[in-house]
């Protein structure tokens, strides 16, 4: 996990440092911290990292204005604003900002709300490497569901695409991140994230298809998709 901080305040600086130093030891996740020291730098790098700490106020800049030009970047870093003043709330959302941390930044708040961060982040960056399957790292969030056809298991990809493999259902419960997957039926395992609505009998995914749901599986995929929801729908 790699962090960059923008902000001129050497004790503010420090601070949110101890803070991500407890956060990311009790998490068990390794991470490293460099301290941005100009925007020409940080519009450079900023793909290089996972996370941004964006100050609003820089010495003669503005961090909406930066945050306005990382817009029209592509880049994968969630940015995060700090500011002493709430007044800039809303021009956090404006820049598309993932979260507003309101100094001095309280652990708890601190804590609280980076554990969402850290888990949305894995979930959107998390997947598997097959050689047999792709050349390239295969994304847990681009998978909609993997079903059993014709004797073999076929990956359905959010952008449409099927493919097939030899693998069985039960090996693509252990290939898959089962915090976010659901066997719901003898034939199907579900990505979570899109489905869009359930009955006693079938679920409906965002892209309009329908799976069936095992009534034997119900109670289970239920209790987890409640528990799940309120990250997902954040």
Same mark, same amino acid.
């Given at each position: ?11 503010? !600086?420090? %601070?949110?440092?101890?803070?991500? /130093?407890? @956060? ?24 290089? @990292? ?18 306005? +030009? $990382? $817009? ?24 598309? /900002?993932? &979260? ?5 930044? &309280? =652990?708890? !708040? ?11 982040? &894995? ?7 097959? =050689?047999? $399957? ?13 079903? !059993?056809?014709?004797?073999? #298991?076929?990956? %359905? ?6 493919? *097939? #493999?030899?693998?069985?259902?039960? =090996?693509?419960? =252990?290939?898959?991140?089962? #915090?976010?997957?659901?066997? !719901?039926?003898? /034939? ?8 869009? *609505?359930?009955?006693? &009998?079938?679920?409906? $995914? ?8 095992? +009534?034997?599986?119900?109670?289970? @995929?239920?209790?987890?998709?409640? *528990?799940?929801?309120? +990250?997902?729908?954040?």
């Amino acid at each position: 996990m790699k962090i960059i901080i923008y902000d001129d305040c050497i004790e503010d !600086v420090n %601070h949110l440092k101890r803070l991500l /130093a407890d @956060f990311f030891n009790k998490m068990s996740v390794d991470y490293s911290v460099e301290i941005c020291k100009s925007t020409e730098y940080l519009f450079t790098h900023i793909d290089e @990292f996972d996370f941004l700490f964006l100050d609003i106020e820089i010495n003669d800049e503005n961090g909406i204005e930066i945050g306005k +030009r $990382l $817009l029209k970047i592509r880049h994968n870093c969630r940015v995060i604003i700090t500011s002493r003043y709430k007044k800039y709330l809303i021009d956090g959302y404006r820049i598309r /900002a993932d &979260q507003y941390f309101l100094k001095p930044i &309280q =652990e708890v !708040v601190f804590n609280t709300e980076m554990e969402d961060e850290l888990y949305l982040f &894995q979930i959107k960056y998390s997947g598997f490497y097959d =050689e047999n $399957l792709s050349k390239t790292k295969i994304l847990y969030t681009d998978i909609l569901y993997v079903d !059993v056809y014709d004797r073999k #298991t076929r990956i %359905h990809f959010k952008n449409g695409k099927i493919l *097939a #493999t030899r693998y069985t259902l039960k =090996e693509w419960e =252990e290939k898959l991140d089962l #915090t976010i997957f659901e066997k !719901v039926h003898k /034939a199907y395992i579900v990505n979570l994230f899109y489905i869009s *609505a359930y009955s006693n &009998q079938d679920i409906s $995914l965002m892209n309009g298809e329908n799976i069936p749901l095992s +009534r034997n599986m119900k109670k289970h @995929f239920e209790e987890k998709y409640i *528990a799940l929801l309120p +990250r997902i729908v954040s």
